[in-house]
């Protein structure tokens, strides 16, 4: 064995973190997007947020 791990064993690994079931004590990862405002915006041109372009959506990046 050479050390390389497989791709199915390190995207198994992730998953197991990403199914857990939410710990309520421990605080939340801070979003980088201003998620509320994103989707007013949305909601004001008319569009789902998944059809806004990248330059649209980095208006509300949080610095």
């Known amino acids: 064995m050479n050390g390389i ?3 199915a064993v390190i995207l198994a690994d992730s998953m ?7 710990d309520p004590y421990k605080p939340s990862p ?3 997007l ?4 994103l989707g007013e915006y949305a909601e ?7 059809e ?3 330059d ?7 610095p």
């Open 5 to 7: 791990r497989k791709p």
């Open 56 to 62: 649209e959506i980095l208006q509300f990046k949080i």
């Open 30 to 32: 801070k979003s980088k």
């Open 16 to 22: 197991e973190e990403y199914m857990a079931t939410p």
């Open 44 to 50: 004001r041109v008319g569009k789902k947020i998944e």
């Open 52 to 54: 806004l372009t990248a």
């Open 34 to 37: 201003n998620i509320f405002k």
